[in-house]
């Protein structure tokens, strides 16, 4: 018993000077999108800034695929050393687990949450081609031309308000699979999805220049970088918006003083004004890690923020979480 008890205080006594001490090599960074999407940038980004205080890289390594499941299940398979961390949509933390019958992983017990990053404004956009300019032009369109367009959009809020804005409409616009931005932005240029409603950095210079139209935000007020760009609010839709977050989380196991000193560090580099000025505003990402206290909110929000999206997801509307 005593050697049971000096071993507890042995491995108290370790966890601190672990922390202190850590990283001591590179920290490996899973995403569930693939290259050039929100996620992979931000993380890069934010990779940068750690490692001008650690002095140790990030490497990003991307996991996409099945719907988003396949990194949820390599970050679950991890090491849970605290040298793997994961940036994960809400797909892999909260929708999948009600929309597929099994997925390999439990997003409620195999992730030990650090924090959450940003929220990122979403538009809705379409090629300049398409000569529209509203949501009631895009839906008079697709009338006229039944079965030839098509849309993608970054999570499954968005595409639950695509589903109840055609039906109410009677607009024929088919859903394609997102696979990751790089892609989308690909599709809506060349015009082979050419509707698409996802994150606005990524369009804002297409919107710029004239080369796609934006036809609505996905907020409550409007983008001071798009003033002229209704909300769905304002067009009548708020009661399905949702805000697009993603969750930094690590392998369930990961020792609790690193977690702390990861989630502590982001939350220094979300105060930190230039970086917010430069990284953030630029990438029209609201950060969620300015202050510890909104930090540590997420993990406890978990549950919360999980549980109502049962019912609606499966009927066609989001509810508003991670505030």
């Given at each position: 018993m005593r050697r049971f008890v000096l071993a507890l205080c042995v491995l108290g006594a370790a966890a601190p000077a672990l922390a202190q001490d850590?990283?001591?090599?590179?920290?490996?960074?899973?995403?569930?999108?693939?290259?050039?999407?929100?996620s992979d940038v931000f993380m890069r980004v934010l990779g940068e800034e750690l490692r001008k205080r650690w002095g140790q890289p990030i490497v990003v390594e991307n996991r996409p695929g099945g719907a988003m499941n396949v990194g949820g299940r390599a970050?679950?398979?991890?090491?849970?050393?605290?040298?793997?961390?994961?940036?994960?949509?809400p797909e892999t933390l909260a929708y999948n687990q009600f929309l597929f019958k099994q997925i390999t992983y439990d997003p409620t017990k195999d992730f030990a949450p650090v924090t959450n990053p940003f929220?990122?404004?979403?538009?809705?956009?379409?090629?300049?081609?398409?000569?529209?300019?509203?949501?009631?032009?895009?839906?008079?369109?697709?009338?006229?031309?039944?079965?030839?367009?098509?849309?993608?959009?970054?999570?499954?809020?968005?595409?639950?308000?695509?589903?109840?804005?055609?039906?109410?409409?009677?607009?024929?616009?088919?859903?394609?699979?997102f696979r990751g931005g790089a892609e989308a932005v690909n599709n809506v240029m060349g015009g082979s999805t050419p509707i698409a409603f996802f994150g606005l950095a990524n369009w804002l210079s297409f919107i710029r220049n004239g080369t796609v139209n934006a036809l609505a935000v996905g907020s409550t007020k409007r983008s001071p970088l798009l003033p002229d760009v209704p909300t769905l609010t304002e067009l009548g839709y708020g009661q399905n918006l949702t805000r697009l977050y993603f969750g930094i989380v690590a392998p369930?196991?990961?020792?609790?003083?690193?977690?702390?000193?990861?989630?502590?560090?982001?939350?220094?580099?979300?105060?930190?004004?230039?970086?917010?000025?430069?990284r953030m505003n630029r990438r029209r990402a609201r950060a969620g890690i300015r202050h510890t206290?909104?930090?540590?909110?997420?993990?406890?929000?978990?549950?919360?923020?999980?549980?109502?999206?049962?019912?609606?997801?499966?009927?066609?509307?989001?509810?508003?979480?991670?505030?």
């Open positions: 850590y990283p001591t090599r590179p920290i490996r960074a899973l995403t569930a999108t693939s290259a050039g999407g929100t970050c679950a398979d991890a090491p849970n050393d605290g040298y793997t961390i994961c940036i994960l949509p929220f990122a404004t979403q538009v809705m956009v379409v090629n300049a081609s398409l000569n529209v300019r509203t949501l009631a032009e895009l839906a008079a369109l697709s009338k006229a031309k039944p079965g030839t367009l098509s849309y993608t959009a970054a999570s499954i809020p968005l595409i639950a308000f695509m589903d109840k804005w055609t039906r109410e409409t009677g607009a024929d616009i088919v859903k394609v699979p369930t196991g990961a020792p609790d003083a690193i977690v702390h000193k990861l989630r502590d560090s982001f939350a220094a580099i979300g105060n930190d004004p230039d970086f917010r000025q430069k206290r909104t930090v540590r909110r997420f993990p406890e929000n978990g549950p919360r923020c999980i549980g109502p999206y049962r019912s609606p997801i499966r009927h066609g509307a989001a509810v508003r979480c991670g505030r």
